[in-house]
């Protein structure tokens, strides 16, 4: 029995052996965060940063702080340095010294925002850290001496904690007193992105028109991934293609336009796309998944698997859990399709618990189960559906589990 599952944005599908479809899912665009012209550190960069990691592995971190500060302040104009500095001062608690040293880093080099795997892994945000970070932000809006640089960082420091709140409140009580600050606005508009707000992102963005030219490439990039988010692909490859003309050496920009043109079915020069801002940022999650994808649509399966889990192996130190959501699911997938099911059991239930939100992942698991003969495991991945909701994948792995068990 066939069972298809029609979305808005799947191009391609494909009957496994058993008749079932697993469904070609969407690329989570909200993983496009912004970089310029990053390449890898050189010798001495990585010196510094190989040294600054062990002295974290041995628990000497105010020794790598310090390490990291000479360093620095030896090459200021050193993105790597500084972003790793950045990331070890948060970690330490120093959050405004810390996303100072990171919007520096940006400032010089926006593919810096991209952590460097030299360094070790970036700041992981800790119950105590993050009650910390809350309790110093809430009394700093409280003081009369805080500025609008002051409040910036808070926004910043807010969104990086997932206050979409107080992330929200910062920006906007910023903007009513400095209108024309245009890198609030834009980090303004990526907090309402992420709220899923895409209407009053798009006001923000056109709001914040003008800026430097490296602001205009992270401003067309916004206005891409909301576009990608509205299905519009059309519109969000025209604003992709203007932001790339922006800042051509731009890893975020490059993977937003490989996303959306594999979107538009044009496999061939999404993988361009996405192997230019590789080679800007080796570890870029959104250009691997979207090549990995469009690998997937022509039907290169192992290829497709092995360009997902490559990156996952090589590059675990600096990528978060949350954000590699999207490659355990196309590497799944690609598994599914090859008839591996034990093996997409194992990387869909990452996908799945990376990104409970991602129905296509748990419907993909859920008929990988039923291949398997796995019960329970098709019954937990309708439970995910049921929580989400997502009712309509729901009935539909209803329907495939009971034909067969």
């Not at 030896?74 to 040293?101: C, I, M, T, Y």
């Not at 992330?167 to 899923?196: Q, S």
């Not at 059309?234 to 800042?247: M, P, T």
């Not at 497709?304 to 799944?332: H, I, M, Q």
Request: with cysteine.
């Amino acid at each position: 029995m066939h069972y298809p599952l029609v979305t808005a944005t799947v191009l391609a599908a494909s009957v496994l052996g058993g008749g079932y479809v697993i469904v070609l899912a969407e690329q989570d665009s909200k993983q496009a965060n912004q970089q310029n012209a990053a390449r890898t550190p050189d010798a001495a960069t990585l010196a510094v940063l190989e040294e600054v990691r062990a002295l974290r592995e041995r628990g000497e971190s105010s020794h790598a702080i310090d390490r990291l500060t000479r360093a620095a302040n030896d090459a200021p104009r050193n993105a790597a340095l500084r972003r790793s500095l950045g990331n070890l001062l948060v970690q330490e608690g120093r959050w405004r010294d810390g996303f100072k040293e990171r919007n520096a880093a940006y400032e010089i080099d926006c593919n810096a925002a991209y952590d460097y795997p030299a360094a070790g892994p970036p700041p992981s945000c800790t119950p105590n850290l993050a009650a910390r970070i809350s309790g110093e932000c809430a009394a700093l809006m409280k003081s009369a001496e805080l500025d609008a640089a002051g409040i910036e960082l808070i926004g910043g420091a807010r969104r990086w904690l997932g206050d979409e709140v107080g992330a929200r409140k910062a920006f906007e009580d910023l903007l009513l007193t400095a209108p024309k600050a245009h890198g609030a606005r834009l980090e303004y508009a990526a907090v309402l992105i992420d709220a899923g707000l895409y209407d009053l992102a798009l006001e923000q963005l056109g709001l914040a028109e003008g800026a430097r030219p490296v602001a205009e490439c992270e401003r067309h990039s916004h206005i891409a991934v909301v576009y990608l988010n509205k299905n519009q692909i059309l519109k969000a490859l025209e604003s992709s293609k203007r932001a790339v003309a922006a800042n051509p050496r731009c890893a975020s920009s490059l993977g937003v336009l490989a996303e959306s043109e594999m979107r538009l079915g044009s496999y061939d020069v999404a993988m361009t796309h996405a192997d230019a801002a590789l080679d800007l940022v080796p570890h870029h999650v959104g250009a691997t998944a979207a090549k990995a994808r469009s690998l997937l649509h022509l039907k290169r399966f192992p290829e497709a698997e092995k360009c997902a889990r490559d990156l996952l192996v090589k590059f675990s130190l600096a990528l978060s859990a949350e954000s590699t959501a999207p490659l355990w699911a196309v590497a799944g997938e690609a598994a599914a399709f090859q008839g591996q099911h034990r093996r997409a059991i194992e990387w869909l239930t990452y996908a799945v618990r990376y990104d409970p939100s991602n129905g296509v992942a748990a419907y993909n698991l859920g008929v990988s189960c039923c291949h398997a003969s796995d019960k329970p495991g098709a019954e937990a991945a309708l439970a995910a559906l049921r929580r989400i909701p997502d009712e309509a994948r729901a009935a539909r792995l209803c329907d495939v589990i009971a034909s067969s068990f």
